[in-house]
């Protein structure tokens, strides 16, 4: 994907990003802190952040296509070799969202459907024990802040490569109106 609409395709996929990442790495936190979000925020987030996995190679896909096609500069560079950090990113908030969703599942009791009969269900990852869930929360408290600087420093650098240089600090004349 090149472009939308006559447009460089990242300059819009970067926003989904911008938006989707730190807003799953929000709920990721909430979900790994809150019981009461866990339960309803789990499997949409895992959802979410995969989502975004699956996005960001695409946005940065995009990235180097644009990046071949502006002037070679120290800000484009330093842009374009800080984006290639989100994948890293995005791959901690998925991976920990995942197994807080898994981790939420095997708190459910499973049912037999036609008798809705709990069944013994063998877990793997501790649903109750709160060692794992302090270990968790303070895994998405790390992660989910990283996160978020990783894509604050991205969207820094991208900014600046575009609009360094390209504004004036004085308004520009204006036609007089008749």
């Given at each position: 994907?090149?472009?939308?609409?006559?447009?460089?395709?990242?300059?819009?996929l970067?926003?989904?990003?911008?938006?989707?990442?730190?807003?799953?790495?929000?709920?990721?936190?909430?979900?790994?802190?809150?019981?009461?979000a866990?339960?309803?925020?789990?499997?949409?987030?895992?959802?979410?952040?995969?989502?975004?996995?699956?996005?960001?190679?695409?946005?940065?896909?995009?990235?180097?296509?644009?990046?071949?096609?502006?002037?070679?500069?120290?800000?484009?560079?330093?842009?374009?070799?800080?984006?290639?950090?989100?994948?890293?990113?995005?791959?901690?908030?998925?991976?920990?969202?995942?197994?807080?969703?898994?981790?939420?599942?095997?708190?459910?009791?499973?049912?037999?459907?036609p008798?809705?009969?709990?069944l013994?269900?063998?877990?793997f990852?501790?649903?109750?024990?709160?060692?794992?869930?302090?270990?968790?929360?303070?895994?998405?408290?790390?992660?989910?802040?990283?996160?978020?600087?990783?894509?604050?420093?991205?969207?820094?650098?991208?900014?600046?490569a575009?609009?360094?240089?390209?504004?004036s600090?004085?308004?520009?004349?204006?036609?007089?109106?008749?």
């Amino acid at each position: 994907m090149t472009t939308l609409n006559g447009l460089p395709a990242h300059i819009l996929l970067v926003h989904a990003i911008v938006v989707l990442l730190p807003l799953s790495a929000l709920l990721l936190v909430l979900t790994a802190l809150w019981p009461a979000a866990r339960r309803k925020l789990a499997g949409p987030n895992a959802v979410l952040s995969v989502l975004v996995l699956i996005l960001v190679p695409i946005t940065t896909d995009a990235g180097e296509w644009l990046e071949r096609r502006v002037p070679a500069t120290p800000l484009v560079r330093a842009h374009t070799e800080l984006g290639d950090t989100a994948i890293y990113s995005a791959i901690g908030v998925a991976a920990l969202a995942l197994v807080i969703w898994w981790r939420h599942r095997e708190t459910l009791p499973a049912t037999d459907t036609p008798r809705r009969l709990p069944l013994p269900r063998r877990t793997f990852l501790a649903p109750r024990s709160t060692p794992v869930t302090a270990v968790l929360a303070a895994a998405a408290i790390l992660i989910a802040g990283g996160a978020a600087y990783d894509i604050y420093r991205i969207g820094d650098s991208g900014a600046q490569a575009s609009w360094q240089g390209q504004f004036s600090a004085t308004p520009a004349p204006r036609s007089p109106r008749r």
